[in-house]
């Protein structure tokens, strides 16, 4: 029988942590004490201020209506100063800028205003689970370059211009990464901005999703190199550097023909993000900034933790993540180890293992491009992240 469904759909993958997550509901609604460590999704509420802003403007009774299609002019404006001021992008206008439905949407926009059928584009492995995903959707064929455990999982300038061809449109890294917490430096980005310009036309996307949870003190945006801004997209959100996943609301600073065309886009998919969460955005970007700073400071002391905690299971193997809030170790060493008659083969079972036997579920390092690795969440309380590890632990132990 022919599906109705579309090829695009059949063809398309579920997102690993979402049905992880979804997985760890369903045990909790039968009763099962799960500790759910995959979802990338921070544990605090969205600071005060936001949400007040976001109540005065229901009671200014102004932003009911079709929102501009690019964002309100004020939160553009206010957009632009940050990427001029903090980001020492000095070309970013309100022009430049068009806010969307998070982050995601943002990429999802640039990838369908860009990408033809077979361009290329080249991802930092282990990625970010949507990029591959949403570039073959808009027609486009993902390569990956990967980093490794011994280099902090952050491929290279040399695998870049390796992996170049006539073919590649685009490059899309995560800086600080979703999955490894590693955080490009400024050389290592300039070296990757040395390769870019040698090749006519080819752009970068750089997600700066996790900026504002960065522990080296030190934020590097590729868009603020000489000859960058007209060859680079910047993605960033509110999501988790102000606790505002729900709120559904991101952007992108991008050369103003990109710009015009993910106007265009989004014109047609979504008329523009919610208005009242584009209020709470502006809140959040031009207000007092130490909620987010503390917040950045809570998962510092996580990660703290976790190491400390990790280092003391046997077989896992892990680098320093310096931002985000993850945690990618390496658990070959349980590969075709066995405890109650469950062998582990591969990073999916000792997801599922853990999840089965120790109420705790991770992400499989394979939705990452990485299948000996699984994927810790630490944005949860120092109590649940202790009896996750000690459950970890003794579930571990039980493999021989
Ligand atoms: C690397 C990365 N980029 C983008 C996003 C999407 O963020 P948003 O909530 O703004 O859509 C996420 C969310 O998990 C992410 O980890």
Same mark, same amino acid.
């Given at each position: 029988m022919t599906s109705v469904l579309s090829d695009r759909i059949n063809q398309m993958e579920e997102s690993a942590t979402l049905a992880m997550a979804k997985k760890a509901r369903e045990l909790k609604a039968q009763g099962i004490d799960i500790i759910s460590l995959s979802l990338g999704e921070p544990d605090f509420k969205t600071p005060k201020h936001i949400q007040e802003a976001a109540k005065a403007s229901i009671d200014e009774g102004k932003y009911f209506a079709y929102p501009p299609v690019a964002g309100y002019q004020d939160l553009r404006e206010a957009i632009a100063k940050k990427l001029r001021e903090e980001n020492k992008i000095a070309d970013a206008k309100a022009e430049n800028i068009v806010v969307s439905t998070g982050a995601?949407?943002?990429?999802?926009?640039?990838?369908?205003?860009?990408?033809?059928?077979?361009? /290329?584009?080249?991802?930092?492995? %282990?990625?970010?689970?949507?990029?591959? /995903?949403?570039?073959?959707? *808009?027609?486009?064929? %993902?390569?990956?370059? +990967?980093? =490794?455990?011994?280099?902090?999982?952050?491929?290279? @300038?040399?695998?870049? +211009?390796? @992996? $170049? &061809?006539?073919? &590649?449109?685009?490059?899309?890294?995560?800086? %600080?990464?979703?999955?490894?917490?590693?955080?490009? =430096?400024?050389?290592?980005?300039? *070296?990757?901005?040395?390769?870019?310009?040698?090749?006519?036309?080819?752009?970068? $996307?750089?997600? +700066?999703?996790? /900026?504002? $949870?960065?522990?080296?003190?030190?934020?590097? =945006?590729?868009?603020?190199?000489?000859?960058?801004?007209?060859?680079?997209? &910047?993605?960033?959100?509110?999501?988790?550097?102000?606790?505002?996943?729900?709120?559904?609301?991101?952007?992108?600073? @991008? %050369?103003l023909f990109i710009a015009k065309a993910c106007e265009k886009m989004q014109g047609q998919f979504t008329s523009g993000g919610t208005g009242i969460a584009q209020r709470a955005a502006l809140a959040a970007i031009s207000g007092d900034q130490t909620a987010s700073k503390e917040m950045e400071k809570a998962y510092l002391n996580r990660r703290d933790l976790v190491l400390k905690l990790i280092q003391e299971i046997p077989g896992f193997k892990t680098h320093v993540p310096e931002g985000a809030f993850y945690f990618f170790p390496d658990i070959t060493y349980f590969f075709g180890k066995s405890a109650n008659g469950f062998t582990i083969n591969n990073a999916d079972d000792f997801c599922i293992y853990l999840l089965e036997k120790a109420n705790v579920s991770l992400v499989t390092g394979e939705a990452f491009g990485a299948p000996n690795c699984v994927r810790i969440s630490y944005a949860a309380s120092e109590e649940e992240l202790v009896e996750a590890m000690k459950r970890i632990k003794e579930a571990c132990a039980n493999l021989k």
């Open positions: 995601k949407h943002s990429i999802a926009n640039v990838f369908m205003c860009m990408i033809n059928e077979g361009d /290329e584009v080249v991802i930092f492995s %282990p990625y970010w689970v949507s990029y591959a /995903e949403i570039i073959k959707l *808009a027609g486009g064929i %993902p390569v990956t370059i +990967e980093g =490794s455990l011994e280099n902090n999982f952050k491929a290279t @300038a040399k695998q870049l +211009e390796e @992996a $170049i &061809t006539d073919k &590649t449109k685009a490059i899309i890294y995560s800086s %600080p990464c979703n999955p490894t917490g590693s955080v490009f =430096s400024k050389e290592e980005l300039e *070296a990757i901005a040395e390769v870019v310009k040698k090749k006519e036309n080819l752009f970068v $996307i750089a997600d +700066e999703i996790y /900026e504002l $949870i960065n522990f080296t003190g030190k934020h590097a =945006s590729i868009a603020s190199f000489p000859g960058m801004f007209e060859r680079t997209i &910047t993605v960033n959100g509110f999501s988790k550097g102000y606790a505002m996943t729900g709120w559904r609301v991101g952007y992108i600073c @991008a %050369p």
